[in-house]
């Protein structure tokens, strides 16, 4: 009502509105303004989470190059921070960290991919309807239990199949790769799908009236137009795979290899941390510093891959009207 008396009011005597006088409410909407400030409050939040996260590893980052060269520390493969005599090559549980997250992303793309392309353009609603939060339920699950579940369920069955494959049973980076793909496969296929599903349904009626069959409809037309959101459920799913902890600690190993095959045991950065970061380390130390340098790294790994997903939805980005 305060609304429409104000549009009134700013109406000339012809009917028509005066442009001079403006289109305000005549009291103050304190609803708005609190939903407006609580927005807000969120933004800030968000932003000065991500600052403090910064400073947290910024600070003792700094002291730690401060006694290791970054020349030690990203261009040698030595990797020992925590004995008698330290060595600060971090070239070791950074291919340890590529290696998980090569094998997931094998795993998971084509099965991501496919679940969400059958989602988009061949199940029925009744079956998307079931289908779809069974597959999202899967993101729900708790990382520790993957890491069992590649321990106690992966490891022996792959081993029983393929004897020679794992070089340190029940540890293996294709093991670990597995499960984590297990856990990313959701991010890939709900996205993927919510972006097919986004493309207009002129372009496939115009396909199936070229006479296209369903098959090249899904492959052809609605997957390129859907690309941008593809990319970015693919990149989304590497960043998640880069940072997964509980999974690589169970299943990966602990020794520090300088290799990308699947059945050798790797130590990833966030494994590294994850047994570190315990509370037997002293503050203060170099060894204690080394923590928050991988942790620097791995922040900015996941933040290159966040910058160069958004500059390829950029650029494969389609605009319809």
Do not use: H
């Not at 000339?12 to 442009?19: I, K, M, V």
């Not at 590529?98 to 997931?104: D, E, G, M, N, R």
């Not at 597995?178 to 919510?194: E, F, H, M, R, T």
Request: charged fraction near 15%; proline fraction near 7%.
């Amino acid at each position: 009502m305060e609304a429409r008396s104000s549009i009134e009011a700013a109406r000339a005597p012809g009917g028509r509105l005066d442009p001079s006088r403006p289109l305000v409410a005549s009291s103050p909407r304190w609803g708005e303004r609190l939903i407006q400030l609580s927005l807000a409050l969120c933004a800030v939040i968000s932003v000065a989470t991500t600052t403090a996260i910064v400073i947290s590893l910024l600070v003792p980052s700094i002291g730690f190059f401060g006694e290791v060269s970054f020349g030690d520390f990203f261009s040698t493969d030595d990797w020992a921070p925590l004995t008698a005599d330290p060595s600060f090559g971090v070239l070791r549980p950074v291919i340890g960290t590529l290696s998980v997250t090569l094998w997931s992303l094998m795993f998971a793309i084509p099965v991501g991919l496919c679940s969400a392309i059958y989602l988009s353009e061949y199940a029925s609603p009744r079956v998307r309807k079931l289908v779809k939060p069974i597959l999202e339920v899967l993101a729900g699950v708790p990382t520790v239990a993957f890491g069992v579940f590649a321990v106690t369920f992966l490891s022996p069955e792959i081993g029983k199949l393929f004897p020679e494959f794992i070089k340190t049973p029940p540890f293996a980076a294709g093991i670990a790769g597995l499960a984590v793909g297990l856990l990313i496969v959701p991010i890939i296929a709900s996205i993927s799908d919510d972006a097919m599903k986004a493309v207009p349904g002129g372009l496939r009626e115009g396909a199936y009236a070229l006479g296209a069959t369903k098959l090249k409809v899904a492959t052809r037309v609605v997957f390129p137009a859907a690309i941008s959101g593809v990319v970015a459920s693919i990149v989304l799913a590497g960043s998640r795979a880069v940072g997964e902890t509980m999974v690589v600690l169970l299943a990966a190993g602990k020794t520090p290899n300088l290799t990308l095959d699947p059945g050798a045991s790797v130590q990833t950065m966030t494994a590294f941390i994850g047994t570190t970061a315990t509370g037997d380390v002293a503050v203060g130390t170099i060894a204690y510093d080394t923590i928050f340098a991988v942790g620097a790294l791995l922040f900015v790994m996941t933040f290159a891959l966040n910058i160069f997903a958004i500059r390829l939805v950029r650029r494969f980005r389609e605009v319809y009207e």
